[in-house]
């Protein structure tokens, strides 16, 4: 008997390769603000600018056509306890987008910033009624991957504030920080009183310093100062980047997964934030660390750049989930 043919690979083309974006657009804005604290006069934010938007098109071009030709693929998606929350990635790397391109284009940057607010308030008020109304989750499914649908609210202050949206930017800085002090309770007791997280979600923890980073940049937009909430919201980051680099041998032997790009964007959220510690203080240190951490990020992008296209090629992504 013919055995039936497996379904094309586009079927499982995930959601999580927003990520990608979300990466490589942070990497642009770090390299942005070192070109202004630093004095580097090499265009390189602009040319990562230009990959993740042309990334951003093709990986929404592609899943467009998913939602078309395979919408119960899409609709599993949204049901699962941990893809489900990578659905925001879309509308975050329209709001990092919109905050690479706020100085040269604004306009531009505007449509981008109503569209990814728009799609990341509905998105967080979808998620919670899901994880509210829920019959299915188990302690098991809380990883940090949960942060990305509530807490990445933290990402409109810091163009809507310098488009104008003022008491718009607070509001949603405060759907992120409140979630993030609930959520970090909840994801840090699953680590510390259940079985470790699976390999294949072992990078996400890198996504547990991006609130504080993002809120710290989200705040200095809003209250205009460095004042004692911004040095907690920094140092706190900061502290969460040395617990997960003093653990870089247990990362390094993990094989290669798509959940990889979570190093990404969380280490460009540090750099940006240590820069801008920089420019508001002039402490040498927090140069010679910017400096060390702007390194780090774009070696690892490269990195997660070839492993992405390695993996791509020899068919390890867009496979059915084991």
């Not at 013919?2 to 083309?13: D, N, S």
């Not at 937009?221 to 247990?250: E, H």
Request: proline share 6%.
């Amino acid at each position: 008997m013919t055995q039936p043919a497996p379904p094309p690979r586009l079927a499982h083309f995930p959601v999580a390769f927003f990520s990608m974006t979300m990466g490589l657009a942070g990497l642009s804005i770090a390299w942005h603000k070192a070109q202004q604290v630093l004095g580097i006069g090499l265009p390189i934010a602009a040319i990562l600018l230009g990959v993740a938007a042309l990334a951003f098109l093709v990986l929404a071009s592609l899943y467009l056509t998913k939602l078309i030709r395979y919408r119960e693929a899409v609709l599993k998606e949204l049901a699962h306890p941990v893809q489900l929350n990578f659905f925001p990635t879309i509308a975050m790397s329209l709001l990092l987008l919109g905050i690479a391109t706020l100085e040269h284009w604004p306009g531009l940057a505007l449509g981008l910033w109503v569209v990814g607010a728009t799609s990341q308030l509905l998105l967080t008020l979808y998620v919670l009624n899901v994880w509210i109304h829920h019959e299915r989750f188990e302690v098991h499914h809380v990883n940090p991957a949960w942060f990305i649908p509530v807490v990445g609210n933290v990402l409109v202050p810091i163009a809507g504030a310098r488009l104008g949206f003022i008491e718009t930017s607070w509001f949603f800085l405060a759907i992120g920080l409140l979630f993030w002090l609930l959520l970090f309770a909840i994801v840090l007791q699953r680590f510390i009183f259940h079985p470790s997280l699976p390999d294949r979600l072992m990078p996400t923890f890198f996504i547990l310093i991006a609130p504080p980073a993002v809120g710290f940049i989200a705040y200095l937009q809003l209250s205009g100062g460095l004042d004692a909430l911004a040095r907690i919201l920094y140092y706190a980051g900061l502290f969460l980047t040395l617990l997960l680099t003093v653990q870089a041998g247990r990362f390094l032997r993990l094989e290669f997964f798509l959940s990889w790009w979570a190093y990404s964007f969380p280490l460009a959220a540090m750099t940006t934030a240590t820069l801008i510690m920089y420019q508001l203080t002039q402490n040498l240190a927090f140069a010679i660390l910017g400096w060390g951490l702007l390194s780090l990020v774009s070696l690892v992008v490269v990195y997660l750049l070839y492993r992405t296209a390695l993996a791509v090629r020899e068919g390890q992504i867009c496979v059915p989930a084991h």
